[in-house]
């Protein structure tokens, strides 16, 4: 990868572009002993107006010569990028029209954001956090710019967090009579967003949202939520683990049917841990598996029917 960067007043080097020919794009910490710190506006943007011309040239893997096949990084070349640790500033509009990025890897240094960072990237699914310096994390004005669903996984010395953020959008409602237009917020994820405080995340508050997840989401968006939270159960309480079973409990059939179709093996597995299966949701999932040919998961639910629900052999007397 061929990348134009410069060198700031504190001697920290900026990225200013990237050529190459990996949609996948993973920064380096240091440029030729300078620590990167920040990425220059536009950077991933195929939008911007002119290209700088005050920029060296750094070619990751220096014995390499730039190839003619290498392009521009920018706009729809791009799928996921990681930024490196040591990383604090992302400037305007950094991916603007990058409708194709769909994971984004970062750490907590990385406290300053350009305005319009993420405008149009619409697929952009996984958030990616690395926490070094302790719980404060940029993540919710990332979340602000984006109205689809997206799940965060921070990782820390102590484990991992997954949580799901639902997709939420907006929509103005006359109401005609009274000659007054008012904004109705649809899906429970701009309610999510707000489960942030001085820049950590509230995970209590969090989970006393899952009543109003539960109206307003579908089975797929609310049994990634619900797994994530008891799988990785980062601050959890114990009040929160029961509401989250007992919703495992009572919607067995569906959420089995959805981990049949994603081949979940993970949360069928899971739902053994916690010894949550429901004798005719497994019956019918097992079923729901041989209709579908997905082998995998009915060997994994006859397993687990064979294991909790023994069939009693009858016994004759002479």
Not at 13 to 23: K, L, Q, S
Not at 28 to 55: M, N, W
Request: proline share 3%; charged share 30%; glycine share 8%.
């Amino acid at each position: 990868m061929k990348i134009h960067y410069r060198i700031k007043k504190d001697f920290s080097a900026e990225i200013v572009r990237c050529f190459g020919t990996d949609p996948e794009i993973i920064l380096p910490d240091q440029i030729l002993g300078r620590t990167v710190t920040s990425v220059a506006a536009y950077a991933f943007s195929e939008k911007k107006g002119t290209e700088d011309r005050d920029v060296l040239i750094f070619e990751a893997g220096a014995e390499r010569m730039f190839r003619e096949e290498e392009r521009l990084l920018a706009g729809g070349e791009i799928g996921k990028v990681v930024l490196p640790d040591t990383l604090e500033q992302i400037g305007r509009y950094v991916f603007y029209g990058c409708r194709n990025l769909r994971e984004l890897a970062f750490s907590d240094r990385l406290g300053d954001i350009g305005s319009g960072a993420f405008t149009g990237c619409r697929s952009l699914k996984r958030l990616d956090v690395h926490l070094t310096q302790g719980k404060k994390t940029c993540v919710k004005e990332i979340l602000g710019d984006l109205w689809q669903r997206i799940d965060v996984v921070f990782f820390s010395e102590s484990g991992e967090a997954r949580l799901v953020f639902p997709e939420h959008y907006e929509e103005a409602v006359e109401n005609t009579p009274a000659r007054i237009l008012f904004t109705q917020h649809h899906g429970s994820g701009n309610n999510y967003r707000q489960c942030f405080y001085d820049r950590e995340t509230d995970y209590r508050k969090y989970d006393s949202l899952f009543p109003f997840a539960k109206a307003q989401e579908k089975t797929p968006v609310l049994t990634d939520l619900v797994f994530g939270r008891l799988m990785y159960p980062v601050d959890l309480t114990g009040e929160a683990e029961a509401a989250y079973e007992a919703w495992i409990r009572e919607q067995q059939e569906e959420i089995l049917k959805y981990l049949t179709d994603t081949e979940d093996l993970e949360k069928l597995r899971a739902i053994s841990g916690k010894n949550l299966w429901e004798r005719e949701a497994l019956d019918a999932a097992a079923e729901y598996a041989s209709e579908t040919g997905k082998g995998g998961v009915l060997s994994c639910l006859m397993n687990e029917r064979h294991r909790y629900f023994p069939e009693k052999r009858k016994k004759y007397e002479l």
